[in-house]
């Protein structure tokens, strides 16, 4: 009984071998890979951790450094989709510019809610802007330009909440 199991184990062995050899080598290099990470790893999370440190945080940008695109008839030459990621940038500049930065985990309709429930007077618009930005980075089919109405309107506000600040100081 156990001679013959041990020549067909034999035989397969041997009819296989390129496989197995194949097989082994792979186990024994995914091994090394495990044991080097969590050897090394505490001290590349050490590293990256001093090297994040280390780097200054990019400077955040104010709504003064944009331009108006509709204002000035850059929209109407852009593509939907930049026009769209243009506004959302500037829109999160005029909210820091208020207190209101968008944390890095926030999606596009959280900080439109946070700052529509907190700034009442571009509530729709944010909102619709934040509909645009998820239709421009998920849908399969582009932005349509009338849908882009919103956005002109946002500007306005923004522009127009940007004067009254002036007038103010």
Known sequence: GWGVLVVVVGAAAWWYRSAIVAAVQGLLDALRRLWAGLLGGAAKKASAAAKKQAVSPPRRRTFAEFSDPFAGGQASRVAADQLIRYSFEAFEAWSGDRGFR?????????????????????????????????????????????????????????????????ARR
């Open 102 to 166: 968008r944390r890095p985990q926030q999606t596009a309709h959280e900080f439109a809610e946070v700052v529509g429930e907190r700034l009442p007077a571009v509530d729709r618009e944010v909102r619709q802007l934040a509909e645009l930005v998820s239709w421009s980075a998920f849908a399969e089919e582009p932005v349509p330009r009338e849908r882009l109405k919103p956005l002109e309107k946002l500007w306005q506000r923004m522009r127009m909440a940007e004067t009254a600040g002036d």
